[in-house]
């Protein structure tokens, strides 16, 4: 039976009237993804996203099954040394594999007070210079991490056996990722925004 708003409780029938950016403050989304408006960049940019959350997912579920080897191993016959090495590693790669999607979102840990004293092209200026030192690092750790990489000596992790080739190269994909958003950031917000223009991004 259908009901209108007058016939719902007081409480029910506030939270219909509640204005959008206090439904986003309880747990909605407030910062859409960072994308571009052309195709097919908008379509390849969100299926990477996607990608990041898939591959992040499945090392958080590595990391819970390695951790629950390792309780159950001190209730049943054998050792598993390797267990609590991968659960590490696989820890830190999926830091990096999501540190990207985290920047297109701009979910990374940060005080924002400078948004509550600037506004418009100063706020939008010091974004950009922001998103720039994001670029600058991310493209200092990729060359460094780069170069660690073709450095490799054929060394291996001490309890799997991993190359530490592979290992050292998840964080060259992490920081591209990084600079990737970094760099939209720059041409689709902070620009338009500098000079005045709608920014190109949109959700």
Known sequence: MAHDVAD??????????????EAESL??????????????????VHGIGIGEQVVGALLMLVVLVLVLAQVAQRYVPGSFPWTGEVARL?????????????????????IHVVDYVLAGRALATLKLAANVVVLATSLAMVYATYQLVTG???????AAQLPL?????????????????AALGIVLVDVPGVL???PEAVA
């Open 196 to 198: 005045g223009r709608t």
């Open 90 to 110: 696989a820890m830190v790669w999926a830091t990096f594999v999501m540190a990207g999607y985290l920047a297109a979102f701009d979910r990374h840990i940060a």
């Open 27 to 44: 747990g909605g989304e407030s910062n859409p993804e960072l994308l571009p408006r052309r195709e097919p960049w908008r379509t390849i």
């Open 152 to 158: 490799d000596i054929g060394q291996v992790t001490a």
């Open 8 to 21: 719902r409780p007081p409480a029910e029938a506030e939270s219909l009237d509640r204005p959008p950016a």
């Open 165 to 181: 080739l592979y290992v050292n190269a998840v964080p060259i994909i992490g920081f591209s990722l990084v600079a990737l958003r």
